[in-house]
């Protein structure tokens, strides 16, 4: 079975930088795809970022566009969210999910199209 474990996730003042990690295991890298997402108290889950094995395709949300970078070793066993210039609203559970490499395509951050999920991490911005 699939397991994803995220981490990295803490407390930091607005301004900051914190780097999530997600480690990936029992999967096929091949034609996958590793997506952050992050849902706040009282909002629905958002998406944020992907990477998809399949021509390092990349994408993120307009709110975190040129400050967050996403990147994965290799063989995507791990999956990296350098989240820079954080801000108060950035404050959520940040998740990581897998799912097949079209769904990370340049054409936005469907959570449903992801197979597998694993655990939150908090993230908290102080103002």
């Known amino acids: 079975e699939v397991q994803l474990q995220a981490s990295g996730g803490g407390l930091v003042q607005a301004g900051g930088s914190l780097r999530l990690s997600c480690t990936a295991s029992?999967?096929?890298?091949?034609?996958?795809?590793i997506g952050w997402f992050r849902q706040a108290p009282g909002k629905e889950r958002e998406g944020v970022s992907c990477?998809?094995?399949?021509?390092?395709?990349?994408d993120y949300a307009d709110s975190v566009k040129g400050r967050f970078t996403i990147s994965s070793d290799n063989a995507m066993n791990t999956v990296y969210l350098q989240m820079n210039s954080l801000k108060p609203e950035d404050t959520a559970v940040y998740y990581c999910?897998?799912?097949?490499?079209?769904?990370?395509?340049?054409?936005?951050?469907?959570?449903?199209?992801?197979?597998?999920w694993g655990q939150g991490t908090l993230v908290t911005v102080s103002s």
């Open positions: 029992r999967f096929t890298a091949e034609n996958s795809a």
């Open positions: 990477i998809a094995s399949v021509y390092g395709v990349t």
């Open positions: 999910a897998l799912g097949r490499s079209y769904v990370c395509s340049g054409y936005g951050l469907p959570a449903i199209r992801y197979d597998y």
